[in-house]
């Protein structure tokens, strides 16, 4: 599997929601609908915290749970 893949999965499963959806990689914020930062920071043996806040946000984090569990990526999503 490619990261590339990984990446537009991804950015295109964000895409489909108005909420926010934020990664969090150490002190680096990251718009996941942003397939240039997800590029820059997307590395498969960190881990990373992930921030979703709008309207359907239940609906999104369920899907980016399932989007990185697909591509093996490690990801908390942070409820606040």
Known sequence: MSN???IVDISQAANR???SIVLQAE?????VKSIL???TTLVSNHSYELHV????EV???????????????NI???EE
């Open 4 to 6: 590339n893949t990984a």
């Open 17 to 19: 929601y108005r909420s």
């Open 27 to 31: 002190n680096k914020f990251i718009d």
């Open 37 to 39: 930062g997800l590029f």
């Open 53 to 56: 806040h709008g309207p359907d």
């Open 59 to 73: 609906e999104a984090k369920a899907a980016m749970r399932e989007v990185f569990a697909k591509h093996n990526l």
């Open 76 to 78: 908390k999503l942070v």
